[in-house]
């Protein structure tokens, strides 16, 4: 049932992988919502991971960062656990996920991506906040630095969190829904950045809910709905078969009773 | 004997004479302001000092959405107090008035309390606010039956015990201060060391931990530092009020400043000022406990702030609003200004081709632009005349000045890219249209704009006239 594509040619040594995940299973007050996941990420590769409500899309990530415990299963960064390889990954969560009334500016925000490389109980210095603006630069919201993050627009929130990860210098980025939301300008920004990305040779994997452009803007995607469907590279994997294996339609035995769990509220 | 009877015992305060008339009043004033009384100047630097430190905490807990944090813990706290009264008469009779014993009381019951809170909301489906209810209540329950075993103890003398409850600022001596020194100290420096780590934990504990923050070590040491400003708290306030003093100041502070860093050092202050100006009222007036007035004084703080606030303000706020109403009513004049000479000139198409200046349009024509009474279109007129954009009267009718017609070609601009921007871009979330900014480019970003721009000239070349939805259509013949 899973297709994989054929190993590229430049393919490495698993160890090397930037996310390995093997055979990981994700429950929630007793339901699994993700099954038996076993997946691994082409380095330099821009990702989509595609699937309907309550897939488990976002479970996935935030499994993987270890926020939520999983049932089986193991993680790799880069060869190593997750623990070990933090700041190789930038992680941008979902925007509804925080308090956009916060008490804090736009440099604030991007600069909570260095907090980790600061160290602890010290202050944020005109070094790190120079490196902030350069992230904010980057997005194209230099300008608005200073901003009290309630006064951004949902596309600026949204390049601000991009920010965020981005100052971190990560090779593996994880991206929640980075582009819902957002108006046309910051779809463009996103998207260039995450072109730049790539071509700097770092991964990202992107939530991403509209269909049409995961071919225009992803070489790869994983279509996953509690269990993985398929993946690999976009050309080979993205067809309407396994759309429809992932969304439903004619439903396989597995796709009913996953259905029937996210009813249930099994689902993320 | 009552515990208002008690409370009330208690509150002849600071040994000082009662004063009986105003002279007495002015002269209990003058010495208090002078801070002659060694008692005085205890009292009120260990209470200022509480102040302070339950502000600066009690940012973070209003930001982290714990707000009824402390008010567990001052309620659980109580049966802590009675229990270690009651287990240290037994061991050793008359040991029960030990303050460290008892405050030690206090700490462990408290924490217990955030434990339960936490443990109900994490294993079972009753959410957050349930939880602190039932936890809060039950600890409380317990404490009061705990209190009436403790009055009928043989030992007896328990007395000092209902200080706990309502607060006794006017019993503290200098050990208490310093004790209360040492841990505000002790509390700001933990709040400035871990200014950043708190920072992220309240913004996003999910990043937070992401990032290999410990985010359950990091809540723990926020709740200690609670859990310590409330024991302290105790004492002069009382569990009753102490939540008030973590938490008005800084719903105070958030009305003055968009910055963390502002709001701490504000919510700091308030919190100071606030329980200073509560013991100062209760020296100079001995019948006023001086919890009940630390936390009127703050909550006559907050009154203000949320008044007078810059950031957040009613006024500030009510101010704008008022602002942006005006704005939105001249915007409107100008733009059927605008689009009424706009419609009634035979133009090339291009808006800097239009004399705006020139042709005046009638009241009536003005009226029939849109839904508006004779009476708002004379406002508006009166208003747009008072700030020299508009000249003329109802009977050679209303022309644009040379700044009118600056302002209006620069609205009506503005208004005609945000519909474009609605018509190409409909399936977008609506919440960055800001109609009302003065310029598109505040909102949108340049290269928008000017794509924007491309689609609207394209747009009105199609149709040989400028578009716009309000156009007036009796007008469009010259146009053919």
Redesign the interface.
Known sequence: MIQRSNPEPFTEHPASSPLTIHDMTVAYHRKPVLWDIDYNAPKGRLVAIVGPNGAGKSTLIKAVLDLIPRASGDVKVFGLSYRNQRSRVGYVPQRESVDWDFPVNALDVVAMGLYRKIGWCRPVTAKYRKIALEALDRVGMAGFARRQISQLSGGQQQRVFLARALVQDADLYLMDEPFTGVDAATERAIVAILRNLRDTGKTALVVHHDLQTVPEYFDHVMLLNMRLVATGPVQEVFTPENLRKTYGGKLALLDRVGHQMTLSGGGQ | MTLAAQWLCGSALLGLPVPSDAAGIVDQFLRVASLRDYNTRVVLLGTTLLGVSAGVVGTFML?RRRSLMGDVVAHASLPGVALAFIVLEAVSPGMGRSLTALLAGAVLAGFLGILATVAIRRYTRIKEDAALAIVLSVFFGLGIALFTVVQNLPTGNAAGLHHFIYGKAASMVADHVRFIAAASALVLTLCL?????F??L???E??A?????PVLRLDVLLLALVVGVTVIGLQSVGLLLVVAMLIIPAAAA?FW????GW?TMVSGLLGGLGAAAGVAASAIFPRLAAGAVIVLASSFFFLVSMLFGIRRGVLVQAFALRRSRRRVGRHDLLRAMYENVESSVETDGSPEGLDLTAQPVAFDRLLATRSWSAARVRRLLAAAQREGLVTGNASSGYRLTARGAADARRVVRNHRLWEMYLI??AD??T??I?RDADEIEY???P??VAELETALSRRRADLAMPASPHAIQEDSACHG
């Open positions: 930001l060391l871990f200014f950043k780590e920072t992220v309240a913004f996003d999910q990043y931990a992401a990032q290999g923050w958030r400043t968009d910055r963390l709001m190409t871009y977008v979330a919440s960055h800001d909102v949108l970003d290269d928008l």
